[in-house]
């Protein structure tokens, strides 16, 4: 496992749409173990394969409560609204106010490749969206509002 440097924003890469991840191997699973470190390393909740400079469709999150990692995941519900300070490894030393639904329903596969759910509420939500947003080439300045 190693820590991978992250794309800060300037990088076109973090404006791409990633690809789908059609086959589970060792590499994708060393990407994943990478980011995990790479997001431990840096002090965040969040980290998508884009921000490493990877175009896959990867995200790794964890706000407090255990890791969670997620390959080609996809927002199948939503509910609510929510409006908070969000930031990002790939924009340091930027905040701002951003809308998201209070609560998400993701479907994607887990490193075995089973499909998994994962219902997120509140900051879990926020995070879900800021990361799949980053799989669509989507950043968080492109939705603060009152800027």
Known sequence: MAIRNIVKDGDPTLRKKSRMVEKIDKRILTLIDDMV???YAA???GLAAPQVGILKKIAVIDIG???IELI???IIEE???QIDAEGCLSVPGVTGDVKRPKWVKVRGLDRKGQMIEIE????LARALCHEIDHLEG???TDK???K
């Open 37 to 39: 470190d790479t997001m």
């Open 72 to 74: 080609n995941p996809k």
């Open 43 to 45: 002090d965040g909740v």
């Open 79 to 81: 509910k609510g609204e």
């Open 65 to 67: 409560d255990g890791i």
């Open 120 to 123: 997120g509420e509140d900051l």
């Open 144 to 146: 603060v509002i009152n």
């Open 138 to 140: 989507i950043l968080f």
